[in-house]
């Protein structure tokens, strides 16, 4: 039987490509996007608590209450802001499951999704899947900048959805409130849902304050907001996310999330739940990771490799042009065969490949990975 593929051009992604390359050479893996140390000892004994006490059954579909009033309380307590934990958040497996649950909710066939270049790998696909179709704006090297001249001109009546991401995995820049009124702007007046993928909310650097989507009134109406635990906790392997946005938003998302994978993880919520009733177990974050990454740039900074030192997110992106002309592809498998250092070419993740010779790095290590890491780095 012959099947015709909906993602032919589709591959293993780059972070898994890296990763095995990584494995086979032996080398130190600061590709993907994850911590090389445990998750919090406390959270860990919370979840074992609520397995051991009763929480091993669906939780319900929207998610644990506990865990949904925890999030609701957050948005209070940060930015003013009120979701109603009853019908305006769903717990999700992971953020990219509540992405992909947002696009295959609302695309439909033709439909145009606006997507900022070079991104996270989940999106398109997701909009492809379901018969829509990506509009990509491609941002440059070192800053990122966006030209909302050219995103109000890539707006037209097919315009159903706008994704952005700040802090912004891969580039580790960040969104500033003009930008954020920038897009209240020119989505005025529209029926365009913005998701605003904010998994690294809590790393953000320099004092520099995240510019939430639900800080701004009108966005705030079309808006979902995506969140990852796995991102916030250290512990990616336990894909706890949720989304948050207005209830007639809401109502369509659970239509579809309620037989895709109905509830998750119950222990996990209720862990989670309880580990958030301390403020601090996600406001401790920023200078957590802001001293991961001054002690990684600290150490690189007499190297040959460029940088403009992240904003946010555990992202470090370094531009190698002053040592070789290779494409990144190329570079960044060079670095792990012959050097033992792994990490992520940006041009995978960019619109036609777009090649600005930078790679990235996650600093999300132990301090002993982030020395060897820089020992390597100095030497290339
Ligand atoms: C920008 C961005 N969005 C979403 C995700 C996925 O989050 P989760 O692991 O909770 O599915 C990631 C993970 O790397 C990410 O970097």
């Given at each position: 039987m012959k099947h015709k593929s909906k993602l032919p051009i589709v591959g293993t992604n780059i972070f898994t490509e890296m990763s095995a390359l990584a494995k086979k050479h032996n080398a130190i893996n600061l590709s993907q996007g994850f911590p090389n140390y445990p998750s919090p000892q406390k959270l860990n004994d919370l979840v074992n608590h609520a397995m051991n006490n009763g929480y091993n059954q669906y939780a319900p579909m929207a998610g644990n209450l506990d865990l949904r009033l925890a999030i609701a309380n957050k948005y209070k307590l940060l930015y003013n802001k009120a979701y109603d934990p009853e019908k305006e958040i769903t717990v999700s497996a992971g953020a990219t499951q509540a992405i992909y649950t947002i696009i295959s909710t609302f695309i439909r066939t033709n439909d145009e999704v606006i997507i900022f270049m070079p991104?996270?790998?989940?999106?398109e696909p997701a909009v492809k899947v379901n018969g829509g179709k990506t509009i990509p704006i491609q941002l440059s090297a070192p800053d990122y900048k966006v030209n909302w001249e050219e995103v109000a001109s890539k707006i037209s009546s097919k315009t159903k959805m706008i994704i952005i991401n700040s802090p912004h995995n891969p580039s580790g820049t960040i969104w500033q409130k003009d930008d954020m009124l920038e897009l209240q702007k020119i989505t005025k007046d529209t029926d365009i849902i913005v998701l605003s993928d904010e998994v690294y909310e809590h790393i953000i650097f320099d004092g520099e304050q995240h510019q939430s989507a639900c800080l701004f009134e009108d966005l705030k109406k079309r808006s979902f907001i995506t969140a990852s635990f796995g991102k916030t906790f250290h512990n990616?392997?336990?894909?706890i996310g949720y989304c948050c946005a207005p209830d007639y938003l809401m109502d369509e998302f659970r239509k579809v999330h309620q037989f895709n994978?109905?509830?998750?993880h119950h222990p996990s919520q209720k862990g989670i739940a309880d580990y958030m009733l301390d403020p601090e177990t996600y406001l401790g974050l920023n200078s957590f990771f802001q001293q991961k990454r001054d002690l990684f740039l600290n150490l690189i900074s007499e190297s040959r490799f460029k940088f403009k030192p992240s904003k946010g997110a555990y992202f470090q992106v370094l531009d190698y042009s002053d040592i070789t002309d290779e494409n990144d592809v190329d570079f960044a498998k060079r670095l792990i065969k012959t050097f033992g250092i792994a990490s992520i070419p940006l041009s995978v993740l960019s619109h036609k490949d777009k090649d600005d010779q930078v790679l990235r790095f996650c600093f999300a290590k132990t301090e002993d990975t982030l020395k060897a890491a820089a020992d390597i780095l100095n030497k290339i």
């Amino acid at each position: 039987m012959k099947h015709k593929s909906k993602l032919p051009i589709v591959g293993t992604n780059i972070f898994t490509e890296m990763s095995a390359l990584a494995k086979k050479h032996n080398a130190i893996n600061l590709s993907q996007g994850f911590p090389n140390y445990p998750s919090p000892q406390k959270l860990n004994d919370l979840v074992n608590h609520a397995m051991n006490n009763g929480y091993n059954q669906y939780a319900p579909m929207a998610g644990n209450l506990d865990l949904r009033l925890a999030i609701a309380n957050k948005y209070k307590l940060l930015y003013n802001k009120a979701y109603d934990p009853e019908k305006e958040i769903t717990v999700s497996a992971g953020a990219t499951q509540a992405i992909y649950t947002i696009i295959s909710t609302f695309i439909r066939t033709n439909d145009e999704v606006i997507i900022f270049m070079p991104a996270y790998d989940c999106y398109e696909p997701a909009v492809k899947v379901n018969g829509g179709k990506t509009i990509p704006i491609q941002l440059s090297a070192p800053d990122y900048k966006v030209n909302w001249e050219e995103v109000a001109s890539k707006i037209s009546s097919k315009t159903k959805m706008i994704i952005i991401n700040s802090p912004h995995n891969p580039s580790g820049t960040i969104w500033q409130k003009d930008d954020m009124l920038e897009l209240q702007k020119i989505t005025k007046d529209t029926d365009i849902i913005v998701l605003s993928d904010e998994v690294y909310e809590h790393i953000i650097f320099d004092g520099e304050q995240h510019q939430s989507a639900c800080l701004f009134e009108d966005l705030k109406k079309r808006s979902f907001i995506t969140a990852s635990f796995g991102k916030t906790f250290h512990n990616t392997g336990w894909k706890i996310g949720y989304c948050c946005a207005p209830d007639y938003l809401m109502d369509e998302f659970r239509k579809v999330h309620q037989f895709n994978v109905f509830s998750v993880h119950h222990p996990s919520q209720k862990g989670i739940a309880d580990y958030m009733l301390d403020p601090e177990t996600y406001l401790g974050l920023n200078s957590f990771f802001q001293q991961k990454r001054d002690l990684f740039l600290n150490l690189i900074s007499e190297s040959r490799f460029k940088f403009k030192p992240s904003k946010g997110a555990y992202f470090q992106v370094l531009d190698y042009s002053d040592i070789t002309d290779e494409n990144d592809v190329d570079f960044a498998k060079r670095l792990i065969k012959t050097f033992g250092i792994a990490s992520i070419p940006l041009s995978v993740l960019s619109h036609k490949d777009k090649d600005d010779q930078v790679l990235r790095f996650c600093f999300a290590k132990t301090e002993d990975t982030l020395k060897a890491a820089a020992d390597i780095l100095n030497k290339i």
